[in-house]
Each structure stands twice: as structure tokens, then as C-alpha cells.
């Protein structure tokens, strides 16, 4: 597989973004932002701690401020080599100090801010400690969309991400399927999305016979059989941007029933992914693809939402599920994958990962959709 060296994130980069979230809290009627270790963080600075410990380090964003990184001492020579380091101001603090004082003292001592969901709860009691006019709300809830709108840079990370995804169901249809154990294709499948450029793996699903009606079974000691349906998802991280697709092979011929279940949730994906465009709300590509399974008769075997956004994580807004009236605005990317799970029998799911464009929908999965049979 071959393809060209993605170009590294720059400085300007993160401070653009950095600015944008400064601009969507302030829209959102947000006193600032408060950004813990993980994926928000990387999204806006590009920077990882070597480790997540007790110790606070916190990304402050607030109107008319420059950003600080509060950080603890010992951490702060490999803050300053992050990649957005020059657009943001450090602010260490040593063992011994209260780092929620230190955090205090560059907010304003009363408003609701935006705090990312995975910020540790000792730190957030720590801060209304420090704080007690303040209140908080989760990124997820208060900003839902802020990392949801991919530049070019970002959807040419993902369609990559995608294609080495597809190489690696290229291989795995290739692979024995009958007589292994699921544990042993899904092992496959990891190595394959390494060898493909993968840095992360963040799952390998082989969900084989009754196992495959159960959505997130991931992979289990269980032989695989001739005459099995078995739900292949996997996916993970590529230069920091993520995959997931899903295809359902059969071992061997499949039954007339097997064939015709898997007929209906292609043409489901098919509906789901013509529904996409601009300006259609998130809810109405679930609707396409459910009503194609609900008039086959089983629409009480599909049984989780359409789809899920994706981009520095592989689960991430917006959801394409009943009730989420977001627009889609073109560079949202997102997962389009029905499903039928008929319990103790078998499943199948079809996924492709989708960028809304100025006029529809582009996939960065191009696998056959048809049945593929293994052996």
C-alpha cells in the first residue's frame, strides 16, 4: 500500500484552533474553556503528557487571553516541544503547591465554563474549591460540535486512515476463517491494521454464528465454523486520525435466509449514505437506513444508532440517531453502519465512514459490499 507522507500539523495550525474554541464558547455563552490530557487537548495544542497522573495539567482558553498550559514542573521540557507549544504560554507549577490556585488565578471568579469529559473528578472538585461561583459543563454537551468540521488536512488523515482499513479486509478475506478461534482472526486483523500503518488498534471484532448477534462482542474463544456468518469491525488510529469499518463474510455458502438478511442491510447502508448532504439534520440519515430494515420486518433487530462521528478518536459527535437535530455541514465525518441481530442465530453489519461534501456524501471505505465468502 502506498501513498503520500501526510504533512505534520503546524503551530498555526493549533493556534487557529485554539481561536475557534475560543470563538464557539463565547457563542455558547461560556466564561472559557478548561481542557484536561486527552483528545481535546491533542486536537488543540498537539500535545500528550508521557503519562496521565494526579498531578493537574490543564489547557486554559478564555476571551481575550492568550492560552496557558498549566503544567506540572517536571513536565513542562516535553510541553514545550509539543507542536502548538509557541502558540500558548506554560505555566508550571511544583510538588508541594495547590496547582488549582495556580489554575484559579488566570479565571474569572464566577461563570459556567466548558470542561472536556474526561478531565478527572479529584480535578474538577478541586477547581469549584478553588472556584465556588464557578459551574461546569462537559465539552460533549457544550460544544458538541467543536472538533466535528474536518479541514482538508484532517479528511486527507481520515480517507488514508480508511484505505489502510480496507487494505486490511483485502488480507483478512484472504485468511483460513473455518477451524480458528475468533481470538486468532481478530489477532490477524491487528497485525494487518499495524502493518498498514496503524499506530493504535482500538478494536477487532469477529463475531462469529450466534456471537455476531451480539454488536460489541468483540472476540472470544469460540471456533469458527463452516456455514457461519461472522461480523468482521475493526479500526484504530493512523497518523492520529481514526478508522472503522465493518464487513460480514460467510464461511462457505450461505443460506437463502443469510443471503437475504445481508441484502437488506446493504441496502440500508445504500439509503443511509444517499441520504447524506449538507444541511440535512443528523437524525434523518438514522431514519433512511432504519426504514428500509423496519418494512423488511425486522426493524426490532437493529438495535443501536446509525452512526457515530470520527477523528483523533474513533468515537466522537455528531450521532446519527433519532432526536439529533444537528445539521450535517460538509468536512463532518461519521460512521453509516445498520445492522439485524437475530439472537443465538447470527448478525450483520455494513459500515463505511462518510464525509458530508458541498453536494452529498463520500466514503472512505470501498470495500465490496456484497457478501464475500471465506474460507
Not at 478564555?62 to 514542573?73: A, E, K, N, S
Not at 488566570?106 to 466548558?114: A, D, I
Not at 455494513?350 to 466514503?363: C, P, S
Request: glycine letters at 12%; a negative charge; one cysteine or more.
Amino acid at each position: 500500500m502506498t501513498g503520500s507522507t501526510p504533512q505534520p500539523f503546524t503551530a498555526a495550525d493549533h493556534r487557529a484552533r485554539m481561536e475557534r474554541a475560543v470563538r464557539s464558547a463565547a457563542d455558547a455563552g461560556l466564561a472559557g474553556l478548561l481542557v484536561a490530557p486527552g483528545p481535546d487537548m491533542v486536537w488543540l495544542t498537539g500535545y500528550t503528557p508521557t503519562a496521565v497522573t494526579e498531578r493537574l495539567t490543564v489547557l486554559v482558553l478564555t476571551p481575550g487571553h492568550d492560552p496557558v498550559l498549566v503544567v506540572p514542573t517536571l513536565e513542562a521540557p516535553d510541553a514545550e516541544h509539543a507542536v502548538g507549544a509557541s502558540a500558548l504560554t506554560l505555566r508550571d507549577w511544583t510538588d508541594g503547591k495547590d496547582p488549582y490556585a495556580v489554575t484559579a488565578a488566570l479565571l474569572e471568579g464566577r461563570g459556567r465554563f466548558g470542561i472536556s469529559d474526561n478531565t478527572w473528578a479529584m480535578h474538577l472538585l478541586g477547581l469549584q474549591r478553588a472556584l465556588p461561583d464557578t459551574s461546569y459543563a462537559a465539552l460533549t454537551d457544550a460544544l458538541p460540535m467543536l472538533r466535528a468540521v474536518k479541514d482538508a488536512a484532517e479528511l486527507e488523515l481520515l480517507a488514508a486512515a480508511g484505505a489502510a482499513a480496507d487494505a486490511t479486509f483485502e488480507e483478512i478475506r484472504k485468511v483460513p476463517f473455518a477451524g480458528r478461534r475468533e481470538s486468532e482472526v481478530g489477532h490477524d486483523l491487528a497485525g494487518l491494521l499495524r502493518r498498514f500503518g496503524h499506530s493504535q488498534v482500538d478494536f477487532t471484532i469477529v463475531g462469529s454464528g450466534p456471537n455476531g448477534a451480539n454488536p460489541h462482542h468483540e472476540v472470544g474463544d469460540r471456533v469458527i465454523r463452516h456455514g457461519d456468518m461472522v461480523v468482521l469491525d475493526f479500526g484504530g488510529l493512523k497518523d492520529g486520525y481514526g478508522s472503522d469499518t465493518t464487513r460480514t463474510v460467510h464461511v462457505g455458502e450461505p443460506s437463502e435466509e443469510e443471503r437475504r438478511v445481508h441484502d437488506i442491510v446493504r441496502e440500508a447502508q445504500e439509503v443511509g449514505f444517499s441520504a447524506v448532504r449538507p444541511g440535512v439534520a443528523c437524525q434523518e440519515v438514522d431514519r433512511a437506513a432504519r426504514a428500509v430494515i423496519t418494512d423488511a420486518g425486522y426493524g426490532e433487530y437493529f438495535i443501536h444508532r446509525t452512526g457515530h462521528g470520527i477523528g483523533v478518536t474513533t468515537h466522537e459527535p455528531p450521532y446519527m440517531i433519532e432526536g439529533e437535530e444537528q445539521p450535517l455541514v460538509p468536512g463532518m465525518c461519521f460512521s453509516v453502519e445498520p445492522g439485524i441481530y437475530l439472537p443465538g442465530r447470527f448478525g450483520v453489519r455494513i459500515e463505511d465512514i462518510v464525509t458530508v461534501t458541498e453536494d452529498g456524501g463520500r466514503r472512505f471505505n470501498n470495500t465490496t459490499r456484497e457478501m464475500v465468502i471465506v474460507g
